[in-house]
């Protein structure tokens, strides 16, 4: 029993924001592809891929990030407790689950064509580059966005055999979206990624962060309204995004950035903002 409460907390699966973050993108594009002339069982069969490819790669992610920031999150209040920092579980250990994972993972890849197989492929290098970012760039949140949102480019290319105008211009607009919600992510930890010299948006901006995180909400919400205009030719469908863009807009207005557990709630209710513009791609 001790070994599997390890084994949750290390993959976190028992906190679902993770692979829910990964897995809307790839529902986005899933709903922007289908139309009401497709099979919906077709649709689904893909949800399921994508939801169960999500699940599985963010928990080797988050295996592999551990490995790698082992001596930092020792010093972090938020993340001193992660099995691997706290020697709860070893390196070799851990890198053992990761290959699981990872090969489970595969698994789920074949299902989709070849070129999608080898998109997949190429979007690992990426995943486990990702760690070393904070220790590069302060711009890891853009380099997090171009690796989370590949399921927008594997969307395109499985229904569309390769990577599409509109498709490419919704990818964009998902980095944009990332960029935003993981510079909320990061003000959790910023007087510990200060002082030991973590980089990061958050870390960057500081007291201009908020308008960091309101730009880059923007710019998602302008992209996707264009699309959403480009396939409907209706305006009325503006009018339910801008529902929508209230909505959020609301909550990120009221957003306390020098609040550390005012930050991860607000975080958090990303998932709540995946659901409501997944719905709203699907009603047209």
């Known amino acids: ?16 924001i ?7 993108p790839c529902s986005w594009g899933l709903a922007f592809a289908y139309n009401e002339n497709q099979n919906f069982k077709i649709f689904f069969y893909y949800l399921i891929l994508f939801f169960l490819g999500a699940v599985l790669m963010r928990s080797a ?28 579980i070893t390196v070799v250990e851990s890198l053992f689950y990761v290959f699981i994972l990872c090969l489970l993972s595969f698994f789920i890849l074949i299902q989709f064509n070849l070129k999608t197989i080898i998109l997949g492929m190429a979007s690992m290098s990426l995943a486990f580059t990702y760690p070393f970012m904070k220790r590069i760039t302060f711009w890891p949140q853009l380099f997090l966005g171009i690796v989370f949102n590949w399921g927008i480019i594997i969307c395109s290319v499985e229904f569309f055999g390769t990577i599409t105008k509109e498709f490419f211009i919704f990818y964009l607009a998902c980095i944009f979206w990332t960029i935003g919600y993981d510079t909320i992510y990061a003000f959790q930890d910023l007087k510990d990624d200060i002082k030991n010299k973590i980089k990061s948006t958050a870390v960057l901006f500081r007291d201009k962060g908020k308008f960091l995180v309101l730009t880059s ?19 009325v469908t503006m009018f339910f995004l801008i529902i929508i863009i ?7 207005l009221r957003w306390d950035h020098e609040s550390e557990s005012n930050s991860g709630k607000i975080f958090r209710q990303n998932n709540t903002f995946g659901a409501m513009i997944f719905l709203y791609l699907l009603s047209f």
């Open 1 to 16: 029993m001790e070994r599997l409460k390890i084994l949750i907390n290390l993959t976190r699966v028992n906190k679902p």
């Open 18 to 24: 993770g692979f829910m973050l990964l897995f809307w």
């Open 61 to 88: 992610g988050c295996i592999f990030n551990d490995i790698v920031d082992r001596d930092l999150d020792i010093k972090v209040k938020r993340t001193k407790k992660r099995p691997i920092a706290s020697g709860k």
């Open 217 to 235: 909400y923007t710019l998602m919400f302008l992209l996707i309204g264009y699309l959403s205009f480009l396939k409907t030719n209706k305006l």
């Open 246 to 252: 209230i909505f959020i807009f609301f909550n990120l």
